[in-house]
């Protein structure tokens, strides 16, 4: 009996124990729960702060006009303090608010809304996130104007976290060139990258609360500082230009399905870029910008023939010889040395002038003259190129400028054959911007200008730094050389290797260029192709360079392959550029005071005018449409053929014939002044594209 009531009195003591131990427990959760419950959650609030960056907007991108090419746009995520609105303005407005929500994103109803808002104000959550989808700028504005949202941040509790996103305007148009940002906003390549400290701007600091889920609630306590955005720039890219020239190089490369290409367009004067692409083909056979070839090390190669202007200035400055002077180059290969050096046409082209030399762009040629005066003090010859700067960078406002490589004698690599096979670009490597930037000084007159893609930085309206144009040598040559190589230069295009792009509107100068690729320490048949040159040739506006590396087929030449997208580019840009055509306007001369104003139209009118007149006049064609020679005392009718799906010459047509000719042939005409046709916006010759519209001036 005893030992069940020691049983009895244990099981008692434990009871009452457990009981005592609950009731303190549960006093203890009371306490700190109504009690002590401020103190606590204050404590935990000040452990979960924390000093965090606040990211400075990145500065804007601008062509040479003010467009954007790059910029930061805002976009915000929607989060919410539910406990801070007061009982009554929170019960006035949830309803209301939530079916606003429910309706703008969609995914929950208002009532799963409302009961999402309730629970954490319950809670006593100071933080909640509504919808992680992120809303632009005026859908912001738009929701600033919602039901408790508009009694702001202190009163309504809104939050709209801002988040910004890079971006394009104009997709992918030269978008290897503007360049890219990763995740922390700092800039990876192109311009972003190398002007990188000026687009980023300073962060600010402010303090940060850690809430649940993992968010962080800005704290504005006043001691908050400020971001200070970064600064804009202004590139000297035209977008239209840049347009042109990436369509014209991309059609050649697929045409040809090349390994890659480079087009770069310059102003001649300035030495501004208004293009510049470079295209290269991925795994799947598409086109893209990945690497900046006109600029960068990979680019710098052995550049052929193109070269050979630089050999001809040195050439005509060392020696007084004449361009009607000849050279046999024989059958088309000649030994130096231990290698036999050869000319594209087989056979050869026998005897040249020096001016046919580099014409025709006779390889043979070209060395046995440069063999022939610098053999014996090579150090001559290098020291004409140091002369035009081709040994040294350009010191390009973009990071990562390859440097060229001239070799000189004192070179470990150097041999009997470095001279002849560097006189028509072997042995030595230049990037296409350092090529270009020596074909421009010899458009600019000799004068070698330093090229620039960023005109300035700016702050709002205000230029804060402006980068003007940098003379690199004020005349690489002398006048009568420059006269010399330019009479050169136009001869390839009219006569020589690039005929094929003769232009009957317009001039080009150039040379083309095709140099064997180096693979495993050997040549192979894989080409590098080019054409450098400048239009238009009589006043010089833009000097441009196109490389087209492995062209595939039997079109393997620069001639066929580059020349070509030279020719678009140029034909296109002076279509846009319509004071250019001034100059071929003036061509033609007409005598006033004894002949009518006459310039074109249809011939049968135009004869039956003259007739009534008494002007003698003659038909030199049957063509419908024709233009006026002035020989002596008659007028001289000259066939002005309408063909379809070509566009026409109206230049000089009345206003009235000029239309019947254009809308006939399906183009949509605008008119600007009044008289005859003085220029027209697309250039005669040119395809006609479907629903065209071609601009006329006329005086």
Same mark, same amino acid.
Request: proline share 3%; net charge positive.
């Given at each position: 009996?005893?030992?069940?009531?020691?049983?009895?009195?244990?099981?008692?003591?434990?009871?009452?124990?457990?009981?005592?131990?609950?009731?303190?427990?549960?006093?203890?959760?009371?306490?700190?729960?109504?009690?002590?419950?401020?103190?606590?959650?204050?404590?935990?609030?000040?452990?979960?702060?924390?000093?965090?960056?606040?990211?400075?907007?990145?500065?804007?991108?601008?062509?040479?006009?003010?467009?954007?090419?790059?910029?930061?746009?805002?976009?915000?995520?929607?989060?919410?303090?539910?406990?801070?609105?007061?009982?009554?303005?929170?019960?006035?407005?949830?309803?209301?608010?939530?079916?606003?929500?429910?309706?703008?994103?969609?995914?929950?109803?208002?009532?799963?809304?409302?009961?999402?808002?309730?629970?954490?104000?319950?809670?006593?959550?100071?933080?909640?996130?509504?919808?992680?989808?992120?809303?632009?700028?005026?859908?912001?504005?738009?929701?600033?104007?919602?039901?408790?949202?508009?009694?702001?941040?202190?009163?309504?509790?809104?939050?709209?976290?801002?988040?910004?996103?890079?971006?394009?305007?104009?997709?992918?148009? /030269?978008? &290897?060139?503007? !360049? +890219?940002?990763?995740?922390?906003?700092?800039?990876?390549?192109? %311009? =972003?990258?190398?002007?990188? *400290?000026?687009?980023?701007?300073?962060?600010?600091?402010?303090?940060?609360?850690?809430?649940?889920?993992?968010?962080?609630?800005?704290?504005?306590?006043?001691?908050?500082?400020?971001?200070?955005?970064?600064?804009?720039?202004?590139?000297?890219?035209?977008?239209?230009?840049?347009?042109?020239?990436?369509?014209?190089?991309?059609?050649?490369?697929?045409?040809?399905?090349?390994?890659?290409?480079?087009?770069?367009?310059?102003?001649?004067?300035?030495?501004?870029?208004?293009?510049?692409?470079?295209?290269?083909?991925?795994?799947?056979?598409?086109?893209?910008?990945?690497?900046?070839?006109?600029?960068?090390?990979? /680019?710098? &190669?052995?550049? !052929? +023939?193109?070269?050979?202007?630089?050999?001809?200035?040195?050439? %005509? =400055?060392?020696?007084?010889? *004449?361009?009607?002077?000849?050279?046999?180059?024989?059958?088309?290969?000649?030994?130096?040395?231990?290698?036999?050096?050869?000319?594209?046409?087989?056979?050869?082209?026998?005897?040249?002038?020096?001016?046919?030399?580099?014409?025709?762009?006779?390889?043979?040629?070209?060395?046995?003259?440069?063999?022939?005066?610098?053999?014996?003090?090579?150090?001559?010859?290098?020291?004409?190129?140091?002369?035009?700067?081709?040994?040294?960078?350009?010191?390009?406002?973009?990071?990562?400028?390859?440097?060229?490589?001239?070799?000189?004698?004192?070179?470990?690599?150097?041999?009997?054959?470095?001279?002849?096979?560097?006189?028509?670009?072997?042995?030595?490597?230049?990037?296409?911007?350092?090529?270009?930037?020596?074909?421009?000084?010899?458009?600019?007159?000799? *004068?070698?200008?330093?090229?620039?893609?960023?005109?300035?930085?700016?702050?709002?309206?205000?230029?804060?730094?402006?980068?003007?144009?940098?003379?690199?040598?004020?005349?690489?040559?002398?006048?009568?050389?420059?006269?010399?190589?330019?009479?050169?230069?136009?001869?390839?295009?009219?006569?020589?290797?690039?005929?094929?792009?003769?232009?009957?509107?317009?001039?080009?100068?150039?040379?083309?260029?095709?140099?064997?690729?180096?693979?495993?320490?050997?040549?192979?048949?894989?080409?590098?192709?080019?054409?450098?040159?400048?239009?238009?040739?009589?006043?010089?506006?833009?000097?441009?360079?196109?490389?087209?590396?492995?062209?595939?087929?039997?079109?393997?030449?620069?001639?066929?392959?580059?020349?070509?997208?030279?020719?678009?580019?140029?034909? *296109?840009?002076?279509?846009?550029?319509?004071?250019?055509?001034?100059?071929?306007?003036?061509?033609?001369?007409?005598?006033?005071?004894?002949?009518?104003?006459?310039?074109?139209?249809?011939?049968?009118?135009?004869?039956?005018?003259?007739?009534?007149?008494?002007?003698?006049?003659?038909?030199?064609?049957?063509?419908?449409?024709?233009?006026?020679?002035?020989?002596?005392?008659?007028?001289?009718?000259?066939?002005?053929?309408?063909?379809?799906?070509?566009?026409?010459?109206?230049r000089g047509m009345t206003l009235r014939d000029a239309i019947y000719v254009l809308e006939n042939l399906g183009l949509k005409v605008k008119v600007n002044g009044r008289g005859r046709v003085a220029t027209q916006s697309l250039a005669p010759g040119g395809r006609i594209a479907k629903g065209s519209t071609i601009k006329l001036q006329m005086s």
């Amino acid at each position: 009996m005893s030992i069940k009531r020691d049983i009895v009195l244990r099981v008692r003591i434990a009871f009452i124990l457990t009981f005592l131990v609950a009731g303190a427990v549960v006093f203890r959760i009371a306490k700190i729960q109504f009690i002590e419950g401020e103190e606590w959650r204050s404590l935990g609030e000040t452990l979960g702060m924390q000093v965090m960056n606040v990211k400075a907007t990145r500065g804007n991108i601008y062509a040479d006009d003010g467009s954007l090419l790059a910029t930061s746009l805002p976009f915000y995520r929607l989060a919410i303090d539910p406990y801070l609105p007061t009982n009554g303005l929170y019960k006035n407005n949830i309803d209301s608010l939530c079916y606003l929500l429910s309706r703008y994103y969609g995914d929950l109803t208002p009532t799963q809304y409302k009961r999402k808002i309730d629970r954490a104000r319950k809670d006593g959550r100071r933080y909640l996130t509504l919808n992680r989808q992120e809303i632009g700028y005026q859908d912001k504005k738009h929701m600033e104007n919602w039901p408790l949202f508009r009694e702001g941040r202190l009163k309504g509790g809104v939050l709209f976290e801002k988040v910004e996103k890079r971006f394009l305007p104009f997709s992918h148009l /030269g978008i &290897r060139t503007i !360049g +890219s940002v990763n995740a922390n906003d700092r800039g990876t390549v192109g %311009l =972003e990258y190398s002007f990188n *400290k000026q687009l980023a701007g300073v962060n600010g600091k402010g303090l940060y609360q850690k809430m649940a889920g993992g968010g962080w609630k800005p704290i504005y306590d006043g001691t908050e500082k400020r971001p200070v955005d970064g600064y804009d720039i202004q590139t000297t890219i035209n977008v239209d230009l840049q347009d042109v020239t990436e369509s014209a190089l991309l059609d050649e490369l697929q045409k040809h399905n090349a390994d890659y290409g480079v087009a770069i367009v310059m102003e001649v004067k300035t030495g501004e870029i208004k293009a510049i692409s470079n295209l290269s083909r991925n795994t799947d056979g598409d086109y893209y910008e990945r690497y900046n070839y006109a600029v960068g090390n990979q /680019g710098s &190669r052995e550049p !052929g +023939s193109t070269f050979k202007l630089a050999s001809m200035i040195a050439l %005509l =400055e060392e020696v007084d010889i *004449k361009l009607t002077d000849t050279i046999n180059t024989g059958d088309g290969s000649l030994e130096f040395f231990d290698k036999t050096m050869r000319d594209h046409k087989p056979g050869g082209f026998g005897t040249l002038t020096v001016q046919e030399v580099f014409e025709k762009s006779s390889n043979i040629g070209v060395a046995k003259l440069i063999s022939q005066h610098f053999g014996n003090e090579p150090e001559k010859f290098i020291n004409y190129l140091k002369r035009m700067n081709l040994h040294q960078p350009l010191d390009f406002q973009m990071v990562g400028e390859g440097k060229p490589y001239i070799k000189d004698p004192s070179d470990s690599t150097w041999s009997g054959v470095s001279l002849p096979w560097m006189s028509h670009g072997y042995e030595l490597k230049m990037t296409p911007l350092q090529m270009l930037t020596l074909y421009n000084a010899v458009a600019n007159n000799g *004068k070698m200008v330093k090229p620039m893609i960023v005109k300035g930085v700016m702050k709002a309206d205000r230029m804060v730094e402006e980068f003007e144009t940098e003379v690199i040598n004020d005349r690489i040559a002398s006048k009568e050389t420059l006269r010399k190589v330019k009479m050169m230069m136009e001869g390839v295009v009219e006569r020589g290797t690039a005929q094929n792009i003769n232009h009957s509107h317009y001039k080009i100068a150039g040379k083309t260029g095709t140099a064997k690729k180096v693979k495993n320490g050997r040549y192979v048949r894989e080409y590098y192709t080019s054409f450098a040159g400048y239009f238009p040739a009589e006043a010089p506006r833009y000097s441009c360079i196109v490389v087209i590396d492995n062209p595939k087929g039997y079109q393997i030449y620069g001639s066929d392959v580059s020349a070509p997208v030279f020719k678009e580019i140029a034909d *296109k840009i002076y279509s846009l550029e319509l004071d250019m055509h001034e100059v071929g306007t003036q061509e033609r001369t007409y005598v006033t005071g004894v002949f009518p104003h006459i310039k074109a139209g249809k011939r049968d009118e135009l004869t039956m005018i003259c007739n009534e007149l008494g002007i003698s006049n003659h038909a030199k064609t049957e063509a419908e449409w024709v233009k006026t020679d002035v020989i002596n005392d008659a007028v001289y009718w000259k066939g002005n053929t309408v063909k379809y799906e070509v566009i026409p010459d109206v230049r000089g047509m009345t206003l009235r014939d000029a239309i019947y000719v254009l809308e006939n042939l399906g183009l949509k005409v605008k008119v600007n002044g009044r008289g005859r046709v003085a220029t027209q916006s697309l250039a005669p010759g040119g395809r006609i594209a479907k629903g065209s519209t071609i601009k006329l001036q006329m005086s």
